[in-house]
């Protein structure tokens, strides 16, 4: 059974940083696209970063040179580095990535989500 768990939410004052991870747990053989969205209160779930097996990056324009997205692929894991913080960065985050397991087809996963909040 392949899992998402996300961790490194909590609490920043508005300027601060976080980092979030999430890494794969199970039967895993290999990972696509790995992707952090956000959804903040009352708003739709957004992409906010993402990374290809390769190291090709993409970013949402509020996030771009704020925010970086870094991959360990021999951990399975995922990163989302969190700089000079906004109060509208406050949302909970997720990650998603589509996984290959060892036996049995690709298939998509989110994590749990972890909350974000920062305070001015």
């Known amino acids: 059974q392949v899992q998402l768990l996300e961790s490194g939410g909590g609490l920043a004052q508005e300027g601060g940083s976080l980092e979030l991870s999430c890494v794969a747990s199970?039967?895993?053989?290999?990972?696509?696209?790995m992707v952090w969205y956000r959804q903040g209160p009352g708003q739709q779930r957004e992409l906010v970063a993402a990374?290809?097996?390769?190291?090709?990056?993409n970013y949402a324009n509020s996030v771009r040179g704020r925010f970086t997205i870094f991959r360990d692929n021999a951990r399975n894991t995922t990163y989302l580095q969190m700089r000079a913080l906004k109060t509208e960065d406050t949302a909970v985050y997720y990650c998603h990535a589509q996984i290959a397991p060892r036996i049995g087809p690709i298939l998509a996963y989110w994590g749990q989500g972890t909350q974000v909040t920062v305070s001015s």
């Open positions: 990374i290809n097996p390769n190291g090709l990056r």
């Open positions: 199970g039967s895993v053989y290999a990972m696509n696209d």
